[in-house]
């Protein structure tokens, strides 16, 4: 039997952990030396490594464990919905806007928000509101794989 859709067993109001699997297929190589080929895939344990502490800095999610094998990764997270409930709603806006920038540097990294477009989020309650409920749900991280 089909395990339920993740939307129908997630609860973003609740603190939640989840066990996550993301696999390689068709025989891809995720890291380590891929035998078949010879070639060494080690750099992307780094290419994964930095955009999961990137992520972790602006969620309300914790990674407790996670681990990169051959073909497939595990991940063990924790939702904190009780910690993005204290957050100001200005430091909300300043998280998302860091997660989707409007204005970016040359080297492709996000500008720090002005005050006008942090304004843009706190002003709409309803907005602010689902922010603040998406930084802590996740999923909403596995959304953004793609």
């Not at 939640?16 to 068709?26: A, E, M, P, T």
């Not at 995720?30 to 490594?49: A, N, V």
Request: glycine content about 4%.
């Amino acid at each position: 039997m089909p395990r339920k859709p993740r939307c129908e067993i997630t609860d973003p109001d609740s603190v939640q952990v989840f066990h996550l699997v993301q696999r390689c297929v068709r025989r891809a190589w995720l890291c380590g030396e891929d035998p078949h080929s010879g070639q060494s895939y080690e750099l992307r344990r780094g290419w994964i490594r930095s955009p999961l502490e990137f992520l972790a800095s602006i969620f309300a999610i914790d990674c407790l464990t996670y681990t990169m094998q051959s073909n497939h990764m595990h991940f063990v997270l924790r939702t904190r919905s009780d910690v993005v409930a204290q957050w100001s709603d200005e430091e909300v806006a300043r998280r998302w806007l860091r997660l989707f920038p409007y204005r970016k540097k040359d080297d492709g990294t996000p500008e720090e928000p002005t005050q006008p477009e942090i304004d843009m989020i706190v002003n709409q309650p309803e907005v602010l509101a689902e922010r603040r409920r998406r930084l802590s749900d996740v999923r909403s991280v596995d959304a953004l794989r793609g």
